[in-house]
Nanobody
Framework: VQLQAFGGGLVQAGGSLRLSCAAS????????ISWFRQAPGREREFVAA????????YYADSVKGRFTISRNNAKNTVYLQMNSLKLEDTAVYYCASSTRGILSSVSSSGAYDYWGQGTLVTVSS
């Protein structure tokens, strides 16, 4: 069971970046694969989720309309396309997998069983 997040980097405000989460060994039992982020001095927060069966997507209000979560089944990879980036999007981004499938807890980090190592996104002015 492994999640590997990559694709972070330095980008100017208003720019775009795509993160990838390569998932191995979890997809057969996963109900949600999601992205969280944690900025310095702040708690980890929910960004976006994808229901593995059906492909429904869910977003935090702060990123709705700017970020898109998607997947490539053949590659067992989940993406986070981030557009119109803002300074406040600067954070370490983590992908995570939940086997519980409870929609009401999709934004809670405690509902996730497996986590990737995180990739840093820095948005500059």
């Amino acid at each position: 069971v492994q999640l590997q997040a990559f694709g972070g980097g330095l980008v100017q405000a208003g720019g775009s970046l795509r993160l990838s989460c390569a998932a191995s060994g979890v997809t057969y039992s996963s109900r949600f694969i999601s992205w969280f982020r944690q900025a310095p001095g702040r708690e980890r927060e929910f960004v976006a989720a994808l229901r593995w069966s059906g492909g429904n997507t869910y977003y935090a209000d702060s990123v709705k309309g700017r970020f898109t979560i998607s997947r490539n089944n053949a590659k067992n990879t989940v993406y986070l396309q981030m557009n119109s980036l803002k300074l406040e999007d600067t954070a370490v981004y983590y992908c995570a997998s939940s086997t519980r499938g409870i929609l009401s807890s999709v934004s809670s980090s405690g509902a996730y069983d497996y986590w990737g190592q995180g990739t840093l996104v820095t948005v500059s002015s």
